[in-house]
């Protein structure tokens, strides 16, 4: 009779991992499939702030960025475009929330993902301008109860993805299964290091590149070490506050009622995606910005206002692994830096350094052309991943429109 058992067990166990992986399909389809009709005409909610010199750029970025919100059904999108330093052109079209109904504006928040990564560059390289980290010390310096295992790592290799601490996982025996998404809040970064903390590293410091957000994870716990300050506030105190910007803060700690709702949008329909609390992710994903205030940051930096030039050549110059060949994706620290014929097309390469960001329901992408002193920052609260792409060639053109106004092709006597 044993068999009958073994076998009724099988069957309820069998049972019991088809109901769970049903749960887990049930959920991916939920926030994968938009469902609720976007309001009749929600991209004509418009608002722009323009330089009075400029306005004939201005009025075709914000027409290209219509047009790409269009295509996309984006439920918003919010770009800016500085020269020289000056912010020229700051747009919105669409909403930032839809139920209530409330129009995006230039001062609605937007998750900006990855980009976090590139903030956490420009305060790390702030830190080491002032003697409070060296890139190349042992995290074991600063962080001394970390694992043995990866005491070794530096601060550079963590920020430049060649540490070998791993990215998101699949895991089936968690709900949610993937630890891309987390509703838990962590109270301080060195709490967040329970994602991964005791995981074997992928392969041996430096030898390799392996994209990973949690890497920034333990960045920002051995800059917290360093620096004696939760991470959160040596960001404000070493480039958001110098700079005078307010709208640019980690999620978690956000105390406002700008921030945008974030959705998955395709063919007229809406929905809303998971809700997370970012804190598990903070340095590598979790900030909260406007376009504005990204390209005021991108200013800053191409002007020397921020760091120094040596600072900002070290920040953005493409790593090397241990064999001597450079970092797949052109990764520098923070940034990815290459030449790209996307711009002027295949005669005209143009140096540029930017970083893309996906969060849920969100993307975002910040651009530096250093050669001719232009920031580009555009954000969304709809479509998804999906859209990654599309949202850096709509930057790629304003950049191709700046270049064209610097060179007197565009004029700027026409009126709005």
């Known amino acids: 009779m044993n068999w009958k058992i073994t076998l009724r067990w099988f069957a309820v166990l069998t049972l019991i991992v088809i109901i769970y ?79 209530p109904f409330k129009t995006a504006t230039t001062q609605t928040l937007y998750r900006i993902g990855s980009v976090s990564k590139s903030l956490t560059a420009v305060t790390l390289m702030r830190m080491v301008e002032l003697n409070m980290i060296d890139l190349d010390e042992p995290i074991s310096t600063y962080l001394t109860n970390y694992p043995d295992s990866s005491s070794n790592i530096t601060a550079r290799q963590l920020a430049s993805h060649i540490a070998g601490v791993r990215h998101y996982e699949f ?52 800059m917290q070490a360093a620096g004696k300050k939760p991470f959160e506030s040596l960001v404000a105190e ?24 974030f959705y998955i949008s395709d063919n007229g329909l809406y929905g809303d995606t998971p809700i997370q609390n970012l804190s598990n992710k903070v ?16 200013g800053a930096l191409l002007n020397g206002r921020l760091l120094t030039p ?17 970092t797949p994706q052109n990764y520098a620290i923070g940034w990815r830096h290459h030449q790209t014929t996307r711009i002027l097309g295949e005669e005209h390469k143009v140096d540029v350094i930017h970083h893309g960001g996906v969060a849920s329901g969100a993307n975002a992408f910040l651009l530096l052309v250093p050669e001719h002193n232009i920031s580009i920052a555009i954000t969304t609260n709809g479509k998804g991943e999906t859209s990654r792409g599309e949202i850096q060639m709509l930057a790629y053109r304003m ?16 009126s709005l």
């Not at 480039?239 to 307010?246: E, S, Y």
């Not at 950049?399 to 026409?414: D, F, P, R, Y």
């Open 399 to 414: 950049a191709e429109l700046a270049i064209k106004q610097q060179n007197g092709v565009i004029s700027n006597s026409s």
């Open 171 to 222: 895991d089936l025996f968690r709900f949610p299964p993937t630890d891309s998404v987390s509703n838990i809040h962590y109270p301080d970064v060195n709490e967040a290091l329970d994602q991964f903390k005791d995981d074997d590293l992928l392969f041996t410091p430096g030898h390799n590149f392996s994209y990973s957000t949690h890497g920034y994870t333990l960045l920002s716990a051995v």
């Open 310 to 326: 040596n600072s900002f050549s070290q920040m953005v110059s493409v790593q090397t692994l241990i064999d001597g060949s450079k």
């Open 238 to 261: 070493l480039v958001t506050k110098p700079l005078g910007l307010t709208n640019t803060v980690a999620e978690h700690l956000l105390n406002s009622n700008e921030l945008a709702g």
């Open 283 to 298: 340095a590598g994903g979790g900030f909260v910005s406007t376009p504005s205030d990204l390209v005021k940051i991108g």
């Open 21 to 99: 992986i049903s749960a887990i399909g049930i959920w991916s389809w939920k926030w994968q499939l938009p469902s609720e009709p976007l309001p009749q005409g929600h991209l004509t909610h418009q608002t722009q702030n323009v330089s009075n010199n400029q306005k004939e750029i201005a009025k075709l970025a914000q027409q290209n960025m219509v047009s790409l919100a269009k295509d996309l059904q984006s439920v918003s999108m919010s770009g800016a475009l500085s020269m020289n330093g000056e912010i020229i052109w700051a747009g919105t079209t669409g909403l930032a929330t839809v139920k």
